[in-house]
């Protein structure tokens, strides 16, 4: 597939942003002391970056001024259910904003936020994973690594933020929670990325024209430059790109934060934190741009050269 | 103003119903609306198809033409060409002819092989689309796209195992085969022009059209007699377009037979 840059920012960004909003409202559900005004700060950042997160969905889109439409289908589309929740969750993270800010500290809010993160999590994941024949995105790892990815990024952004913020009280929870997850979510996300590297696809150019003669090429694509086909579905990358965007996401997206956060956690050096964000980000984006880089669509052996 | 509040209560209050201009209705609802969509799993009596023959293309790409012309004048138009006259052309087609060489030197085989919306009968474009703008007829099972509802957002083109779908660069809306809807029920037209564009271009006859739940019709017959398949028989959307496996004719005087490695389960 063609990585849509919207749809990369869109995922990562709402990702980091669901998962600092779960990290708030489990430390606010286990009671972890932390600033009221330090709360506040952190839900306006995530609201924040969730707005920017769904300028850039419209920004996928062919006809923006349309886009209300596509909440009617949400019996049948994974798309329809995530364009519902997503707002949902935005007008969540708002409400316990407001409720803090005017002085109401219930538990029912962080415990919605936390459901209805968990839920977009899954409707995201669920957009990819259903396809059933883009077979490196049709299976279960696709929902964990969105969920741990997300979590990974929304919990070194939280740590970082207690650093920035000063709210030393809150890092020792953070801290470790992030360096656990981040080790989880680069073993899951190894798995995904070594199950895709060697898989075997179901069509081949046989089924696909049902010419079953074992020595088969396509002369001709039936056009003479390119078309949508060509455009929307390869990435057109070198195989040596592809494998710096591999190197990049591993290194920067997980081996990376995981040293800076062993450091963090085992010195109680802050600054670690505030690094391990800052490494962890252009390695997120090269993981995602690479999430959709590797699937190969069937439709692809239909184009296997211009001629 | 109005109109869109009109339009999105409308939505919300019946999603399943869509209204085609110029199709003949076969429901009308009590709102007097007419009821097209057909529902996911449902089967369907009556399903409209291609056959294509690929025994008897010769790749002249009549077909690609003729269908371009159509299309781009009629109600699914206009179809957006980029760059035309450039060194990089592009633009919106529904059919395309492609061409394979099977075998290996001196004993090959050119095949030349149309590809467009098969409109499967589990078409997978179509519960993917968040607006309801995809959607296959309950009338005649051919897979449609209401231009007026699509939002652009290409997942039916991700979902679409088959590549049929593209996306019109100018009105930034998905576009596909309609079987030419809007040609193939209009009576103003001599009955025997009531068929697809690209089938009645076709000189050498490689494009059948029928229903494939007639099994009298020409369709049906020639899947059932020379060895109609599917493409991509293990994703299940069973496409309602089926192919012609090549044949080879033996020397004058013998009988025909169907070739074993080239073509469809036989």
């Known amino acids: 597939m063609n990585p849509a840059f919207s749809v990369v920012i869109f995922t990562s960004i709402a990702g980091a942003a669901q998962g600092m909003v779960v990290a708030l409202a489990l430390a606010r559900l286990v009671g972890v002391a932390m600033a009221p005004s330090f709360l506040r700060t952190g839900l306006a950042i995530a609201g924040v970056m969730l707005l920017i997160g769904l300028a850039a969905s419209f920004a996928h889109l062919g006809r923006p001024e349309r886009a209300w439409r596509a ?39 962080p415990l919605a936020a936390i459901v209805v993160a968990a839920l977009l999590w899954y409707c995201t994941a669920m957009i990819y994973a259903c396809l059933r024949f883009i077979e490196e995105w049709a299976q279960p790892l696709t929902l964990v690594n969105f969920t741990l990815i997300g979590l990974s990024s929304g919990l070194i952004l939280t740590s970082a933020l207690s650093v920035v913020l000063a709210q030393p009280e809150l890092l020792p929870a953070t801290g470790t929670a992030a360096l656990l997850v981040t080790v989880v979510a680069w073993i899951t996300r190894t798995m995904a990325l070594r199950r895709n590297a060697v898989i075997k696809h179901k069509s081949t150019l046989q089924s696909a024209t049902g010419i079953r003669a074992p020595n088969l090429v396509q002369k001709s694509m039936g056009m003479s430059a390119g078309s949508f086909n060509t455009r929307e579905f390869f990435h057109h990358a070198g195989l040596l790109a592809m494998k710096n965007v591999k190197l990049a996401l591993i290194v920067l997206g997980f081996a990376l934060p995981t040293a800076l956060l062993l450091w963090g956690v085992t010195a109680g050096f802050g600054l670690a934190f505030v690094l391990a964000l800052a490494v962890q980000v252009p390695g997120l984006v090269a993981d995602r741009w690479f999430f959709f880089a590797q699937a190969k669509h069937p439709q692809n052996l239909y184009y296997q050269v211009v001629s | 103003m109005i109109q869109w509040l009109k339009d999105l209560m409308a ?50 790409h009549a077909c690609v033409t003729s269908c371009k012309q159509w299309n781009t004048s009629g109600s699914a138009g206009p179809l957006a060409d980029e760059k035309p006259y450039g060194a990089d052309p592009t633009g919106t087609f529904f059919n395309r002819v492609q061409t394979y060489e099977a075998g290996a030197y001196p004993v090959t085989e050119t095949i030349h092989f149309p590809k467009s919306c098969l409109h499967c009968e589990d078409p997978p474009c179509v519960p993917v689309c968040p607006t309801g703008a995809s959607y296959k007829r309950k009338e005649d ?51 025997e022009d009531r068929k697809p564009a690209c089938v009645k271009a076709c000189p050498t006859g490689a494009r059948i059209f029928g229903d494939v739940k007639d099994p009298n019709s020409e369709a049906s017959i020639a899947i059932r007699e020379r060895g109609g398949y599917s493409l991509m028989p293990e994703w299940n959307t069973s496409p309602a377009n089926q192919y012609l496996p090549r044949r080879v004719t033996d020397v004058a005087g013998g009988a025909s037979k169907v070739q074993p490695t080239v073509g469809g389960e036989r």
């Open chain 1, 71 to 109: 909440v009617l289908m949400w019996r049948t589309s994974w798309l329809s259910r995530e364009v519902i929740v997503l707002p949902a969750f935005i007008g969540v993270v708002a409400l316990w904003w407001l409720a803090l800010y005017v002085g109401i500290d219930t538990v029912w809010l």
């Open chain 2, 11 to 60: 939505g919300v209050a019946q999603p399943m119903a869509l209204v085609e201009e110029g199709v003949r209705p076969v429901a009308i609802s009590s709102e007097g609306r007419v009821s097209v969509r057909a529902d996911q799993g449902e089967t369907l009596a009556k399903q409209l198809a291609l056959v294509i023959d690929l025994n008897v293309c010769v790749g002249c």
């Open chain 2, 141 to 191: 099972g051919i897979v449609l796209v209401d231009y007026d509802k699509c939002i652009g957002c290409k997942y039916c083109a991700w979902a679409c195992p088959y590549g049929a779908r593209e996306l019109d660069e100018e009105r930034q809306v998905m576009t596909k085969c309609t079987l030419c809807v809007d040609r193939i029920y209009d009576e103003k037209l001599p009955k």
